[in-house]
């Protein structure tokens, strides 16, 4: 089993949903998250092109944020998701340092924290919060081994791209385009 979500870089609409949705399903702090939009243009006037992308942990199959961690609090789950030992973690940012993803912060409680996939959720068999609140429908979750799996199907067929390839990290989240 392999979790990886995939992005549909042109349904996208940079609404927020997925983000709040996180913040709520995760009690993130006010001022935090684990997942945001980016908004990234390209080209010179006239002709620009514009890219909307929910970004995320890359739940990474070469995670340096797990190899970095003094502790083991950043570890592999199941199915290839990176998580944080919360008790475990003392907080020493060598893995924020490490992600090309910049997908990890400073919890004020003294942690690390990062996105779970909904680890929480997927263990009973649903989607991740990001996924059921998208209006338009452009994240796909699932198992990667499991050829019949929306994220596995979504990235069948269409060009995709990942972010930051030459870290040699192995991501497992996929931007449509």
């Not at 996924?131 to 990235?155: E, R």
């Given at each position: 089993m392999?979790?990886?979500?995939?992005?549909?870089?042109?349904?996208?609409?940079?609404?927020g949903d997925c983000v709040v949705a996180c913040q709520t399903e995760n009690n993130v702090p006010h001022g935090y998250c684990r997942d945001w939009i980016v908004e990234r243009v390209d080209g010179t006037y006239p002709s620009l092109s514009?890219?909307?992308r929910s970004e995320r942990c890359n739940h990474c199959d070469n995670s340096p944020c797990v190899r970095c961690c003094p502790t083991g609090?950043?570890?592999i789950e199941e199915g290839g998701i990176v998580t944080v030992t919360h008790h475990k973690c003392i907080g020493c940012g060598a893995c924020i340092q490490s992600c090309p993803y910049d997908a990890r912060y400073s919890?004020?409680?003294g942690y690390v924290d990062k996105c779970t996939f909904c680890l929480h959720r997927v263990?009973?068999?649903q989607n991740t919060a990001c996924v059921d609140v998208c209006p338009t429908?452009?994240?796909?979750?699932?198992?990667l081994d499991d050829p019949n799996?929306?994220?596995?199907?979504?990235?069948?067929?269409?060009?995709?791209?990942?972010?930051?390839?030459e870290a040699g990290?192995?991501?497992q989240l996929f931007f449509l385009t």
């Amino acid at each position: 089993m392999r979790y990886a979500m995939a992005i549909d870089t042109k349904k996208c609409v940079g609404c927020g949903d997925c983000v709040v949705a996180c913040q709520t399903e995760n009690n993130v702090p006010h001022g935090y998250c684990r997942d945001w939009i980016v908004e990234r243009v390209d080209g010179t006037y006239p002709s620009l092109s514009l890219e909307l992308r929910s970004e995320r942990c890359n739940h990474c199959d070469n995670s340096p944020c797990v190899r970095c961690c003094p502790t083991g609090a950043s570890h592999i789950e199941e199915g290839g998701i990176v998580t944080v030992t919360h008790h475990k973690c003392i907080g020493c940012g060598a893995c924020i340092q490490s992600c090309p993803y910049d997908a990890r912060y400073s919890h004020p409680d003294g942690y690390v924290d990062k996105c779970t996939f909904c680890l929480h959720r997927v263990q009973k068999g649903q989607n991740t919060a990001c996924v059921d609140v998208c209006p338009t429908k452009c994240l796909y979750f699932g198992d990667l081994d499991d050829p019949n799996s929306d994220v596995s199907l979504a990235i069948k067929d269409r060009a995709w791209k990942v972010l930051a390839p030459e870290a040699g990290t192995k991501p497992q989240l996929f931007f449509l385009t």
